[in-house]
């Protein structure tokens, strides 16, 4: 089966503590490829990363970094020193090709709160 | 990436009526996906639509319910209907080229039926 789990429903922090974003993924395909999306109260999807199963190195970007780990099947999202503008629901995502087409399984998504 | 760009932005309906959402992109795009999202819910893949075929729908989701278009490689409709209050979401479209590719998603469209 192919799945997401995003079992944090919802996390508040204080501003510019560290929050981890957690998604744990199941597949069959030796070939995938990982996303993570925020969406603030706008509605609006914000593309943040993408990550191929081949390519195990962590990814740093600002106060943003992921760690990937196939051994666990986990693709964990940290946000360092967080800000209110961080405030959003965020979700981890797989693709997957099916069919001759493909298309995004979606976890359920962490609600993130930022305190000032 | 893409600019997508969906109307309404939102809308109020009344139940047993439908609504046509537009999806237009700035540049040509092989697929164009539509999903639902309920409040507070994750989003779910009503169906992806390619241009010059019919709209493959995902279980749970039918033609009847959610007939689609994509009369080229820029633009799709999705129409909602027979609305019941149940259908109240956002509807968002998002587009991409293959699967290691990123899928860029339009701003949604809410609609609440009464």
């Known amino acids: 089966a192919q799945k997401v789990t995003q079992a944090q429903t919802e996390i508040s922090v204080v501003e510019k503590e560290d929050v981890t974003l957690d998604c744990v993924y199941e597949?069959?395909?030796?070939?995938?490829?990982l996303f993570w999306y925020k969406q603030p109260p706008s509605g609006e999807l914000v593309f943040l990363i993408r990550r191929n199963s081949f390519d195990e190195q962590n990814e740093i970007s600002g106060r943003y970094s992921w760690n990937f780990q196939k051994s666990t099947s986990s693709f964990n999202f940290t946000i360092t020193a967080s800000q209110v503008v961080d405030s959003a629901v965020y979700f981890c995502a797989l693709s997957r090709t099916t069919s001759g087409t493909y298309k995004y399984i979606f976890g359920t998504g962490t609600r993130l709160k930022v305190l000032a | 990436s893409a600019v997508i760009s969906q109307k309404p932005s939102r809308d109020i309906c009344q139940r047993g009526t439908s609504l046509t959402i537009q999806c237009q992109v700035d540049s040509q795009v092989t697929m164009m996906f539509w999903y639902r999202q309920q409040p507070g819910q994750s989003l779910t893949l009503i169906a992806t639509a390619n241009q010059g075929s019919e709209a493959t729908y995902e279980s749970g989701f039918v033609i009847d319910k959610f007939p689609i278009s994509r009369p080229n490689l820029t633009f799709s409709t999705l129409t909602v209907s027979n609305m019941s209050p149940e259908d109240s979401s956002i509807y968002l479209c998002?587009?991409?080229?293959?699967?290691?590719?990123?899928?860029?998603f339009g701003p949604g469209t809410r609609l609440l039926v009464l």
């Open positions: 597949t069959r395909d030796t070939t995938y490829y």
């Open positions: 998002s587009v991409g080229r293959a699967a290691q590719e990123t899928q860029y």
